[in-house]
T-cell receptor, first 111, second 120 residues
Framework: DQQVKQNSPSLSVQEGRISILNCDYT??????FLWYKKYPAEGPTFLIS?????DKNEDGRFTVFLNKSAKHLSLHIVPSQPGDSAVYFC??????????FGKGTKLSVKP | SAVISQKPSRDICQRGTSLTIQCQVD?????MFWYRQQPGQSLTLIAT?????????ESGFVIDKFPISRPNLTFSTLTVSNMSPEDSSIYLC?????????????????FGPGTRLTVL
């Protein structure tokens, strides 16, 4: 049973437009959520995070929104750039520091 | 951020053999983890590598199949034993830096580049 779900395996967006990546979770005890970006042949790299006590966190072009009542978070990238093309993983953190990942969404930003 | 290297970067192995993957960090870290990413799947935590004691395994993973060592605060190994084609995956180590180092938050793990294992 997947506790973190990314229901869109892929997303294609035009350069300059907004990319919205979605993530749903089932465990209301998760207290921290993170987004990781992964390029081929590399390990995931941390992108942005949000605590469960907040509903929004912004870092430059990247904003994460958290809707706790819906157990849903999203990552917005504005404006999207070709270098943003990668696989994006949503992850939730338990109390022991372990991360539970979704399956990832492959983002393609077309010039 | 911590710089993490893994050896080997990839390998092709025969069924029934074992492979040991090394993870080296450029600084002392509090916690080290081993993950597996099977084709088309999410990253799944195998175990937490504890320095000086036995690793803590997640449900579905056992020490006989995935023995782990962590002799110090910068190094760990994961062995995939008696391999079968189902073990073909990317294996990644990750680290949590020491609490209080820079601006690292507790839960922001840093990942190595991964080891791509193919079992024939």
């Amino acid at each position: 049973d997947q506790q973190v779900k990314q229901n869109s395996p892929s997303l294609s967006v035009q350069e300059g437009r907004i990319s919205i990546l979605n993530c749903d979770y089932t465990n209301s005890m998760f207290d921290y959520f993170l987004w990781y970006k992964k390029y081929p042949a590399e390990g995931p790299t941390f992108l942005i995070s949000i605590s469960s006590i907040k509903d929004k966190n912004e870092d430059g072009r990247f904003t994460v929104f958290l809707n706790k009542s819906a157990k849903h978070l999203s990552l917005h990238i504005v404006p999207s750039q070709p270098g943003d093309s990668a696989v994006y993983f949503c992850a939730a953190s338990g109390s022991q520091g372990n991360l539970i990942f979704g399956k990832g969404t492959k983002l393609s930003v077309k010039p | 951020s911590a710089v993490i290297s893994q050896k080997p970067s990839r390998d092709i192995c025969q069924r029934g053999t074992s492979l040991t993957i090394q993870c080296q960090v450029d600084s002392q870290v509090t916690m080290m983890f081993w993950y597996r990413q099977q084709p088309g799947q999410s990253l799944t935590l195998i175990a937490t590598a504890n320095q000086g004691s036995e690793a803590t395994y997640e449900s579905g993973f056992v020490i006989d199949k995935f023995p782990i060592s962590r002799p110090n605060l910068t190094f760990s190994t994961l062995t995939v034993s008696n391999m079968s084609p189902e073990d073909s995956s990317i294996y990644l180590c990750s680290v949590l830096p020491r609490m209080g180092q820079g601006n690292f938050y507790y839960n922001e793990q840093f990942f190595g580049p991964g080891t791509r294992l193919t079992v024939l």
